[in-house]
C-alpha cells in the first residue's frame, strides 16, 4: 500500500459500536457549529490497515478495547471542500481514501479519553446508525452512508442481538 494514491491521502476509520449497536461518532475540535465523525486517520508509511485502525482508535479515543467484525470491501473517499484543500495536511491532498473497519467495542465508556494523545475531538456521543449520516460534516456525508451500507447486514445483527 502507499501512502498515497491520486493526490488522496491513505488511511482507516473505524465504526465502533457499543454493547446496544450504536455506533461512536466525535465532535471534532474547533469547528464552528460542530464536525462530527467517526475516528479515523491516516496510515504511516508501510502500515497496514488494520494496524493503522487500531493506532488511531487508540490515539483519538484513548482505547483500542475492540474486536474487528469487519473490513470494508473497498476503499472509500472523499474529497475536501474546496477552502479546506489549501490548510488541510498542508495542502498536499484533495481528500482522503479509507479502509474502514467494523469493530465491536470491549471497553467501558469511562475507557474512553480523548485527551490521551494529541487531542482532537472534545466530545463524543454514541448514536444509532440511522442517526451518523445527519450528525457529520456534509463533505463526508455520501462516504459514510456508503460505509453503513457496506456494514449494514453486521449492524442489523449487532443491533438484534443487544
Partial sequence: MSFHAD???LGTGVMLLNPKGNILICRRIGVEGGAWQMPQGGCERGEE???CALRELKEE???DSAII???SKDWHQYDLPEPLRGRAWGGRYIGQRLKWFLMR????DDDI???MHNQEFDGWIWVPPDHVPDLVVAFKRPMY???LEEFQARLRIARSNR
Fill in 7 to 9: 493526490n488522496y491521502r
Fill in 105 to 108: 467495542f470491549t471497553g467501558k
Fill in 113 to 115: 479519553d480523548l485527551q
Fill in 69 to 71: 467484525l469487519a473490513e
Fill in 49 to 51: 490497515p488494520k494496524s
Fill in 145 to 147: 452512508q456508503a460505509v
Fill in 61 to 63: 479515543i484513548g482505547t
